[in-house]
């Protein structure tokens, strides 16, 4: 069974950071793409970062390029969102999710939020001003 569990969520003023880690299990993590998406109230939900775990191929929103940075470690089937300089608008419930089903970082599915293997429940980030 796929299984993915997000967590480290927290409040944090602007400028802060936080580093997020989404622990996985119940599939071949090295033949996975993983992504991190967020729904900020009332938005709709939308990709952050994604990372090809086989190439370590990653990929960025243009919104948190240059301030978040997606990682891998294969030993641990884990992977973490470092967030950093983070400001109000990154206020979001992150989720992470996997794809086992299309090859590549980012996809079709990843820009579509619409990842098809796994999602795990969301960890709240909360950016306040």
């Known amino acids: 069974e796929v299984q993915l569990q997000a967590s480290g969520g927290g409040l944090v003023h602007t400028g802060g950071s936080l580093t997020l880690s989404c622990a996985t299990s119940g599939f071949d993590f090295a033949d996975a793409v993983i992504g991190w998406f967020r729904r900020a109230p009332g938005k709709d939900l939308e990709g952050v970062s994604c990372i090809s775990i086989i190439d370590g191929i990653t990929h960025y929103a243009a919104s948190v390029k240059g301030r978040f940075t997606i990682s891998a470690d294969a030993a641990k089937k884990m992977v973490y969102l470092q967030m950093n300089g983070l400001k109000p608008e990154d206020t979001a419930v992150y989720y992470c999710?996997?794809?086992?089903?299309?090859?590549?970082?980012?996809?079709?599915?990843?820009?579509?939020?619409?990842?098809?293997?796994?999602w795990g429940q969301g960890t709240l980030v909360t950016v306040s001003s």
């Open positions: 999710a996997v794809e086992l089903d299309e090859v590549g970082c980012p996809s079709i599915n990843w820009y579509g939020t619409m990842y098809s293997s796994g």
